[in-house]
């Protein structure tokens, strides 16, 4: 599949309208880099440090997740990656963690929620990280934050590692980016002050779209049921764009749906700057973007709402036929 997208694959994602999405990819493991540059991709919009811990059977120690980051920094030649911080929970159970019996694990205590309730692992990773980026620009994102006060938190365990790091007279990174996942749509009704503190807000879509809906990613049957693209989604979506845009927050999309073309246009017709998808998707996804009009995507979504439709799939579908 990237070979058919050869030719595009060094162009940017520019629209006919002018408009530039910038198409990243999600990763995971050492072994997904070289697709950073096969792809085309811009950078690592989600970089997943939890299989990291998922695939050992003990802990892996400080040392060696930072030098495993920086070879995932130096692979990545100069591109920008994301690094997510640990995102387990009672579902992603580390072999060597007290499991958790808990009755609803998605909802339950995982992510930053373990993060700041014991920190110890966290400070660590945050601490590899910064070694890793050894004086060079460094973006870390934390996951599945549902208030401010958790972002404020989790900040200063930054900012703590970042005094620790000072003081030992290591070189701190040049250029640190530290952002939040919009995950629950608790956080796009938080004060003005969260969307001023954080430096990007990425939206994990698969998690939000759960929360949504109420609607269990794993479970086909719920799942299924609810459209991306339905208008109520829409709607939300469009007002953290608009939280995104009053506080000049660079937004983000990272969720699966990033990757699907009709998606993707809808995405960053409603404003989405950055889209992080699997890399096999970048070139589909680039070559459908630089072949429409965005403002004319837009046009087809709100006369689609306007309409009565309950979901802009089909609009946009049809209006696609004609395009392309
Ligand atoms: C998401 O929830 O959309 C996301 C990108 O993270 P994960 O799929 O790892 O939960
Ligand atoms: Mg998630």
């Known amino acids: 599949a990237q070979e058919r997208y050869a030719s595009i694959r060094d162009l940017p994602a520019i629209a006919k309208c002018g408009t530039e999405v910038s198409l990243q990819m999600n990763a995971g493991l050492i072994a997904d880099l070289p697709s950073l540059a096969g792809s085309g991709a811009e950078g690592v919009g989600l970089f997943r440090t939890e299989l990291q811990f998922l695939i050992r059977n003990q802990m892996p120690r400080r040392a060696e997740l930072s030098a495993l980051y920086s070879r995932v920094i130096k692979a990545a030649d100069g591109k920008r990656v994301a690094f997510r911080t640990l995102d387990i929970g009672s579902d992603k159970v580390l072999p060597y963690m007290k499991p958790n019996d808990e009755p609803n694990p998605a909802m339950g205590w995982r992510a930053i929620r373990v993060g700041l309730d014991k920190p110890g692992v966290l400070r660590m990773q945050l601490q590899a990280l910064l070694r890793a980026a050894d004086g060079g620009p460094l973006t870390v994102m934390f996951p599945f934050i549902t208030q401010l006060s958790e972002f404020r938190a989790a900040r200063a365990e930054m900012d703590k590692a970042l005094a620790r790091e000072r003081k030992l007279g290591h070189p701190i990174p040049s250029d640190l980016k530290v952002g939040a996942m919009l995950e629950t749509p ?134 696609l036929v004609h395009q392309v």
């Open 186 to 319: 608790s956080l796009a009704y938080a004060p003005d002050a969260f969307f001023k503190e954080v430096e990007f807000v990425s939206i994990g879509g698969n998690d939000l779209k759960q929360f949504f809906f109420a609607a269990d990613r794993e479970n086909e049957r719920v799942r299924r049921r609810y459209d991306t693209l339905d208008v109520s989604f829409l709607a939300f979506l469009k007002h953290v764009v608009e939280r995104c845009r009053i506080a000049q927050t660079p937004l983000s999309f990272c969720g699966e749906d990033a990757g699907r073309p009709i998606e993707a246009l809808c995405l960053a017709a409603l404003g989405i700057q950055t889209l992080s998808m699997r890399p096999a998707s970048i070139g589909p996804v680039k070559h459908l973007l630089r072949r429409v009009d965005l403002d004319e995507v837009r046009d087809v979504m709100d006369n689609a709402i306007i309409n009565g439709e309950l979901s802009v799939r089909r609009a946009v579908a049809d209006w």
